[in-house]
């Protein structure tokens, strides 16, 4: 057997067996008080083990010719990080380097010595799972050596495995330990992902990137580019990309294939396409083939937001007529011939995907009926819900629109876009879609927030919900959210996003202010009340409003997230600041000291002129204009409008100042 480094950057971290020395000794337990901690998304089947360990220094990558290696390198690096300085690789199994941990990492397709090392810890292989599945194996083999198995269906499932062993890993004083753990796991649904389709100022390619890394790490698949600045995509379809934006897209394409993520270019030439045209199909495989050979693997035609009641052609009314009808066979007939012209021809691409003209509801029509009828089966068909911005998607729902369009259907959810509402950050959890849904559609992805940090909290949830949509949980997948993205100060990032929490999904705000403010109220007009006890809770609630925009600009390690929330996070921070003055005003009035009211009254109308000028520019629609963030909304402006209203009484003519509101 002959031990070899791991090819890449695990190639300077290999140490000679010979200067290890007795690497084969035993390692410790696992502490009986750690348990595994929660794996994200929630794995199908998870048991826990006797049988975990604390991690040593010293580790064995056992890898085979097909493994996958972005898998290597996320392992790699997490067991860097749980203290591993030596690291030692080979191929087979009969003969294995002397460590005190053995990492197999591959699948039967990709390593044939993980097989035998999951039947050494009485665990069954991936066999029979569905495509991006894995088992994961932690704890120790019969010879009592702590052992890893990483055993995907294919490559993208032992990634995903490296992906849960990354979570399990629990820092400890001095060492890190692995909990002994048996995981089985798959998706329900196939794509699961992101449609970058907003109005607006689009991401940049960092966001993207960063983005790339964040699915990979969520076990998202799936990034259809398609943002409405890139005028390659719509008005100008025909033309060819210039280099310096084709290298663009491959920086893109390259960064996807190593995440695991489907980089779908999605080409809209519904403006001026002439359906029977040669040339026009031409020109668009073409354009297609360009990204190909830069590594696009997925490709869609949208076919949204155009008329098809007029024709781009003469050519094409003479064909196929007028109405709902034709304008479904003549998109039926052009996307054939793409799938019989270009998909057909290129191993390895991933089916493709088109964007009906009626994107949305479930009833039936003349072009639908062209489209299920006409178009080729394998063909998917782009969804959007019952509406536009839908707040509930059934079981019912999703199977009535597979019926209506006769394809596969891939949901194209708009949640948490917020280029409708430019003036909101939408934090809330990603809600009201039925578990049942992922068994009627071939994948779903959301339309983001402009601001592409912020949208990670929605999309933590519905990367959840797509792989196991059984076991989702809003809430409590909002709060795992928060804490996988706040890091040490995700209570302050909860304040922030509890006050930016109600959409088209739910009508709640404010979930912890709300109550909070209504309990003081009930207290300010009950004089038998406490109120000091409510006083003081809405206090000490402002004052974590206050100190969360520096809490995160300080503790969060994630400056893009901090600026592109910045307006909103200044908002909720004065707010906490008027908050509190708002009720020195009240508690002035309370104890009948007019010099104190009117000074805290000085003091509550500029924080008000303070919030009523943080403003931002936003260009929804492609049309740039000056907008007012919104933060708690319909919860803290009525709470300051009622005290203003209550010291103006109370003060009448004594007042005296002038003061408004």
């Given at each position: 057997?002959?031990?070899?480094?791991?090819?890449?950057?695990?190639?300077?971290?290999?140490?000679?067996?010979?200067?290890?020395?007795?690497?084969?000794?035993?390692?410790?337990?696992?502490?009986?008080?750690?348990?595994?901690?929660?794996?994200?998304?929630?794995?199908?089947?998870?048991?826990?083990?006797?049988?975990?360990?604390?991690?040593?220094?010293?580790?064995?990558?056992?890898?085979?010719?097909?493994?996958?290696?972005?898998?290597?390198?996320?392992?790699?690096?997490?067991?860097?990080?749980?203290?591993?300085?030596?690291?030692?690789?080979?191929?087979?199994?009969?003969?294995?380097?002397?460590?005190?941990?053995?990492?197999?990492?591959?699948?039967?397709?990709?390593?044939?010595?993980?097989?035998?090392?999951?039947?050494?810890?009485?665990?069954?292989?991936?066999?029979?799972?569905?495509?991006?599945?894995?088992?994961?194996?932690?704890?120790?083999?019969?010879?009592?050596?702590?052992?890893?198995?990483?055993?995907?269906?294919?490559?993208?499932g032992t990634f995903y495995a490296a992906q849960s062993l990354r979570q399990l890993v629990v820092?400890?004083?001095?060492?890190?330990?692995?909990?002994?753990?048996?995981?089985?796991?798959?998706?329900?649904?196939?794509?699961?992902?992101?449609?970058?389709?907003?109005?607006?100022?689009?991401?940049?390619?960092?966001?993207?990137?960063?983005?790339?890394?964040?699915?990979?790490?969520?076990?998202?698949?799936?990034?259809?580019?398609?943002?409405?600045?890139?005028?390659?995509?719509?008005?100008?379809?025909?033309?060819?990309?210039?280099?310096?934006?084709?290298?663009?897209?491959?920086?893109?394409?390259?960064?996807?294939?190593?995440?695991?993520?489907?980089?779908?270019?999605?080409?809209?030439?519904?403006?001026?396409?002439?359906?029977?045209?040669?040339?026009?199909?031409?020109?668009?495989?073409?354009?297609?083939?360009?990204?190909?050979?830069?590594?696009?693997?997925?490709?869609?035609?949208?076919?949204?937001?155009?008329?098809?009641?007029?024709?781009?052609?003469?050519?094409?009314?003479?064909?196929?007529?007028?109405?709902?009808?034709?304008?479904?066979?003549?998109?039926?007939?052009?996307?054939?011939?793409?799938?019989?012209?270009?998909?057909?021809?290129?191993?390895?691409?991933?089916?493709?995907?088109?964007?009906?003209?009626?994107?949305?509801?479930?009833?039936?029509?003349?072009?639908?009926?062209?489209?299920?009828?006409?178009?080729?089966?394998?063909?998917?068909?782009?969804?959007?819900?019952?509406?536009?911005?839908?707040?509930?998607?059934?079981?019912?729902?999703?199977?009535?629109?597979?019926?209506?369009?006769?394809?596969?259907?891939?949901?194209?959810?708009?949640?948490?876009?917020?280029?409708?509402?430019?003036?909101?950050?939408?934090?809330?959890?990603?809600?009201?879609?039925?578990?049942?849904?992922?068994?009627?559609?071939?994948?779903?992805?959301?339309?983001?927030?402009?601001?592409?940090?912020?949208?990670?909290?929605?999309?933590?949830?519905?990367?959840?919900?797509?792989?196991?949509?059984?076991?989702?949980?809003?809430?409590?997948?909002?709060?795992?959210?928060?804490?996988?993205?706040?890091?040490?100060?995700?209570?302050?990032?909860?304040?922030?996003?509890?006050?930016?929490?109600?959409?088209?999904?739910?009508?709640?705000?404010?979930?912890?202010?709300?109550?909070?403010?209504?309990?003081?109220?009930?207290?300010?007009?009950?004089?038998?009340?406490?109120?000091?006890?409510?006083?003081?809770?809405?206090?000490?609630?402002?004052?974590?409003?206050?100190?969360?925009?520096?809490?995160?600009?300080?503790?969060?390690?994630?400056?893009?997230?901090?600026?592109?929330?910045?307006?909103?996070?200044?908002?909720?921070?004065?707010?906490?600041?008027?908050?509190?003055?708002?009720?020195?005003?009240?508690?002035?009035?309370?104890?009948?000291?007019?010099?104190?009211?009117?000074?805290?009254?000085?003091?509550?109308?500029?924080?008000?002129?303070?919030?009523?000028?943080?403003?931002?520019?936003?260009?929804?629609?492609?049309?740039?204009?000056?907008?007012?963030?919104?933060?708690?909304?319909?919860?803290?402006?009525?709470?300051?409008?009622?005290?203003?209203?209550?010291?103006?009484?109370?003060?009448?003519?004594?007042?005296?100042?002038?003061?408004?509101?």
């Amino acid at each position: 057997m002959k031990v070899t480094p791991v090819r890449s950057r695990l190639t300077a971290l290999v140490t000679s067996a010979f200067l290890i020395g007795s690497a084969n000794s035993a390692i410790p337990p696992a502490p009986a008080s750690v348990s595994a901690p929660q794996v994200w998304p929630p794995p199908q089947q998870q048991t826990s083990r006797p049988d975990g360990f604390q991690v040593p220094t010293t580790a064995a990558l056992i890898i085979g010719n097909g493994t996958d290696q972005p898998a290597v390198r996320v392992v790699q690096d997490l067991l860097k990080d749980a203290g591993v300085t030596n690291f030692l690789t080979a191929s087979g199994y009969k003969s294995l380097p002397d460590a005190p941990l053995h990492v197999y990492i591959g699948g039967p397709s990709e390593n044939n010595a993980s097989a035998s090392a999951l039947h050494d810890l009485g665990l069954q292989g991936p066999d029979g799972l569905n495509p991006e599945g894995y088992v994961l194996g932690i704890g120790r083999d019969t010879e009592k050596h702590a052992v890893v198995v990483l055993s995907g269906i294919d490559q993208a499932g032992t990634f995903y495995a490296a992906q849960s062993l990354r979570q399990l890993v629990v820092p400890s004083p001095g060492k890190s330990t692995l909990p002994g753990v048996a995981i089985r796991d798959w998706p329900v649904t196939s794509l699961r992902g992101t449609i970058e389709v907003f109005y607006g100022v689009p991401w940049s390619t960092k966001d993207r990137l960063d983005q790339f890394d964040f699915y990979a790490a969520t076990k998202q698949n799936i990034y259809t580019y398609s943002p409405k600045d890139d005028p390659f995509l719509r008005a100008q379809w025909r033309d060819p990309y210039p280099p310096d934006k084709l290298a663009v897209l491959k920086q893109l394409a390259e960064r996807a294939i190593e995440d695991h993520v489907a980089f779908t270019y999605a080409l809209s030439p519904g403006l001026s396409v002439c359906y029977s045209s040669d040339q026009d199909e031409q020109v668009l495989i073409n354009k297609f083939q360009s990204l190909w050979n830069i590594g696009v693997r997925g490709f869609a035609i949208p076919l949204d937001d155009i008329s098809y009641t007029r024709w781009n052609c003469p050519e094409d009314e003479a064909r196929w007529g007028t109405g709902g009808d034709a304008a479904g066979r003549a998109q039926a007939y052009f996307l054939n011939r793409v799938q019989k012209d270009f998909i057909d021809t290129h191993a390895g691409i991933t089916p493709l995907q088109m964007v009906p003209t009626e994107y949305k509801n479930m009833s039936d029509s003349p072009y639908r009926t062209a489209l299920r009828e006409e178009l080729d089966p394998r063909v998917i068909v782009f969804w959007a819900g019952p509406q536009t911005v839908t707040p509930n998607i059934t079981t019912a729902d999703a199977q009535q629109a597979k019926a209506v369009f006769g394809h596969d259907i891939l949901i194209g959810d708009n949640y948490p876009v917020n280029d409708y509402v430019s003036n909101r950050l939408l934090l809330g959890p990603y809600a009201g879609r039925e578990p049942g849904v992922t068994g009627q559609i071939y994948g779903l992805t959301v339309n983001p927030m402009v601001q592409s940090q912020p949208s990670k909290i929605a999309q933590f949830g519905s990367a959840s919900f797509l792989w196991n949509s059984q076991a989702y949980n809003s809430n409590s997948t909002w709060l795992a959210g928060l804490k996988y993205l706040g890091g040490p100060v995700w209570r302050a990032l909860k304040v922030f996003a509890e006050n930016n929490y109600s959409s088209v999904l739910t009508g709640q705000e404010s979930l912890v202010l709300a109550p909070l403010i209504e309990r003081y109220w009930g207290s300010y007009n009950n004089s038998g009340r406490d109120l000091g006890r409510d006083a003081h809770a809405l206090s000490d609630y402002f004052d974590q409003m206050a100190s969360t925009p520096d809490q995160l600009k300080n503790g969060m390690n994630n400056t893009a997230f901090v600026t592109q929330s910045q307006a909103w996070l200044d908002k909720l921070g004065l707010y906490g600041q008027a908050g509190n003055t708002a009720m020195k005003v009240l508690t002035a009035q309370q104890a009948g000291d007019a010099s104190e009211a009117r000074k805290e009254r000085l003091a509550l109308n500029h924080l008000r002129s303070q919030l009523a000028n943080i403003s931002i520019t936003a260009c929804p629609l492609g049309q740039c204009k000056v907008v007012y963030p919104t933060v708690a909304p319909g919860v803290m402006e009525p709470f300051l409008n009622r005290t203003v209203e209550l010291n103006d009484q109370w003060l009448g003519p004594r007042g005296g100042l002038g003061l408004t509101r």
